[in-house]
């Protein structure tokens, strides 16, 4: 049976809800199996999913920059962005580093605009300066905004909001990158086997962690690598067959959404501080499309 554009666009809406769920998922991972260990676990269950779902990948039809790039950006922020959640000093601020995760969707529009050689428009900086000044708001914590709270709130852990923010500008390059260098190939399956033995490679290297195995924490891996390879493999389907325009404006309330499973799953109040940052990135990475798809729409018109 062929896969219609309702199904496949609803797949991808499926893979959006997955994807909003993995900041909490994997933070409980974490907690469970360790910050590497755990990581390294959800990857390698996350690529017999995604095995199970799209195959095996054909190694030899993928051209060499894709096979390069693709792998080493891709395994770059995947193990940013467990590693910050990992090794983050509580729940709280795990939610945190996910919004800082949540600065790609306007890194990725403004290095578009910087590889497709468009103009730098004034909506375009309104949007950046929302969606940044959204995240200093998450970032100061209960405290009234200020440079010095912020300050103080990185200082706690600054490696995990180094590794975080790193990671947003990696999958803004990723999201840039491949599309232009894949030739219509998904590398899905290959670069979740990298990433997972990358993850192994650091476990060894890392003071034994002991597993703390019970229904509950394996119920929470197994949900991880299903919400983590799901989503790809969901993703792929809808770009493919779906309505692709519908698709990346929901993805953009993607920190609403995963800030919300986040607090159900990590059992953490949120302050009303917190909702307006959260809130304030989701605008600003919407302006930044908007500003993008009004420069299209006048040059088409020109």
Known sequence: MKLGQHAATFYGVISILLWSTMVG?????S???????GAALVYTTGTIV??????LPKISLYPKRYLFWGSLLFISYEICFVLALGLANN?????ELGMVNYLWPSFTIALAVFFNRQ???????????????GLL??????QPISFDAIINNIKSNPLCYLLAFIGAILWSFYSNVTKRISGGHNGMVLFFMMTSLGLWGLYLFEEPTVFNVTFNSVSLLILASIATGGANAL??????????????????FTPVISTAFSSILLSTALTLGFWQGV????????????ATRQYSNKKHIN
């Open 91 to 95: 729940r709280q601020q795990a939610i």
């Open 279 to 290: 809130l304030m990135v989701t605008i600003g990475s919407i302006t930044c499309y908007i």
């Open 235 to 252: 993703w792929t389907l809808a770009v493919i067959k779906g309505n692709v325009a519908f698709l990346g404006t929901l993805s953009y």
């Open 50 to 55: 995604l095995m199970v779902v799209i195959g």
């Open 119 to 133: 103009r730098f428009t004034v909506l375009l900086s309104i949007g950046l300066v929302l969606a940044f000044s």
């Open 137 to 142: 708001w998450v970032i100061s914590g209960d």
């Open 25 to 29: 998922l994997i933070r409980n991972v």
């Open 31 to 37: 907690e469970n199996f360790g910050p590497v260990g």
